[in-house]
């Protein structure tokens, strides 16, 4: 054979090789960090009477609005990016001949190009919402049962850039077949699009180590809600699971206890906090559902809290852990970076009154701790700063020092442990 034939035969080998490797598992690349955004759905729900609600209803001018005020308000500026819409977008049936998927034509009349556009030269990403049973979740419309290919392709068509795939209505589908499946037709489009499962949430027993090959981010809680218990019980369920959890998760890979409900109506300021520094703690995607015209300015400051962002972001992508646990006293630990230069690295810490501790369930309580007892053992000691208090330095503490913290209820305090050099 000669030699050119030769070559080009082994490159063709080697292109069909690397486009193998490219459909056939996740690694699109994305989400190295846990991904921020904005999405409706605990806000906003499913609803779709636009003349009796034209400032709620899911539609365009919603998305429009929304990713005017992330610019506007600063949220993009620190990181806030996907605009994703949830259910309760498509017409309730597919194109008669094309068999494609539509958004309903009253409410998106310029289509989603048109709104994907909109959201990319605001310099936003745009996700969208979809089911891999019969229907989507809030039975509105068909779900990609039978279409994979076609609604990837779809999907690409709109440019998303982040799909978020529920698991409703999946009599006789198995979900472990059935993500990787729609996950491969969205790698062959070639568009990189970030793939957000609810897999494990419809599974007894997961298999993390096949989800995380495929998925950049899946959910393992219950649908959150606008109050502090179901806060506390998405983390509760976090806790119960974090052996598991923790090992699965890092760059590329999050897991996913459901959106940030701050913002909205009943989460107390504490509460608030609380939610923010939990979701920095175990590496969580920052997705806020709230109406961005409407939250209040503190509540805003804590959104747009760089430190804490920073600690959700960090580069070393470790997730974090409940370490210690009694009546209403939780202390949660993150490693982060820096490094110190004899490789010790530094940790983020959330001390948590979940408030019901006797006999005064609502007054603040005082903790102690000695910090050998979380396993800090960098002799040379830690600078600590408080994350929500504009990094205020509280100085240098040593390993066998105690860390003394007055924690309000239902509430939370949250500093960073910078390892100290050694000179
Ligand atoms: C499920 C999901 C929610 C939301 C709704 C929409 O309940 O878990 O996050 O997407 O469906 O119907």
């Known amino acids: 054979m000669p030699r050119e034939d030769c070559c080009s035969m082994l490159l063709a080998l080697v292109a069909r090789f690397l486009w193998l490797c490219s459909v056939a598992g996740l690694e699109n690349g994305l989400a190295r960090t846990p991904p921020l955004g904005w999405m409706p759905f605990e806000r906003f729900r499913c609803v779709t009477d636009c ?3 034209p400032r709620d209803c899911i539609s365009e001018s ?14 993009s500026a620190v990181g806030y990016e996907y605009l994703i819409i949830d259910d309760c977008w498509m017409e309730r049936q597919r194109h008669e001949i094309t068999k494609e998927l539509m958004p309903d034509r009253e409410r998106f009349p310029r289509g989603l190009n048109f709104l994907s556009d909109y959201i990319h030269n605001k310099g936003l990403k745009f996700g969208l919402y979809h089911d891999i049973g019969e229907r989507t979740c809030m039975h509105f419309g068909p779900g990609a049962n039978g279409y994979y290919a076609l609604d990837a392709k779809t999907f ?11 698991g409703c209505f999946i009599k006789n589908i198995n979900l472990d077949i ?5 996950g491969r037709e969205l790698n062959k489009t070639g568009r990189p699009m970030v793939y957000s499962c609810s897999w494990p949430y419809y599974q007894k027993h997961p298999n993390y180590e096949l989800i995380k090959k495929h998925c950049n981010l899946w959910r393992f809680a219950d649908d959150i809600r606008d109050a502090f218990d179901s806060v506390g019980k998405t983390m509760y369920n976090y806790y119960k699971q974090q052996k598991n959890l923790t090992k699965h998760a890092g760059p590329g890979h999050w897991n996913d206890p459901d959106m940030l409900v701050l913002g909205n109506y009943r989460l107390s300021y504490d509460a608030s906090r609380l939610q923010l520094a939990i979701w ?4 969580a995607p920052l997705i806020m559902t709230n109406d961005l015209q409407t939250v209040r300015p503190a509540i805003k400051t804590l959104l747009q ?6 600690v959700d972001q960090d580069p ?25 230069n004899i490789g010790a690295h530094s940790y983020a810490v959330a001390f948590v009154n979940i408030g019901n501790y006797e006999p005064c369930p609502l007054c603040p309580q005082t903790y102690e701790v000695v910090l050998k007892r979380l396993g800090f053992e960098n002799d040379l000691g830690y600078k600590v700063i408080d994350l929500f208090g504009s990094m205020e330095d509280l100085g240098l503490f040593k390993p066998k020092d105690k860390f003394i913290t007055r924690v309000n209820p239902s509430g939370v305090t949250f500093f960073k442990f910078t390892s100290v050099d050694m000179y």
């Open 305 to 310: 809290n760089r430190a804490i962002i920073e």
């Open 178 to 182: 059935a993500y990787p499946a729609f």
């Open 280 to 283: 920095a703690i175990i590496a």
């Open 62 to 75: 919603l998305f429009m609005r929304t990713a005017d005020l992330l610019v506007s308000e600063g949220y």
């Open 316 to 340: 070393l992508g470790i997730p974090g852990r409940c370490v210690y646990i009694a009546g209403s006293f939780q202390i949660w630990v993150r490693p982060v970076m820096p490094f110190n």
């Open 51 to 53: 003349v009796k609600f």
């Open 156 to 166: 690409a068509n709109w440019n998303v850039d982040y799909v978020k795939l529920d």
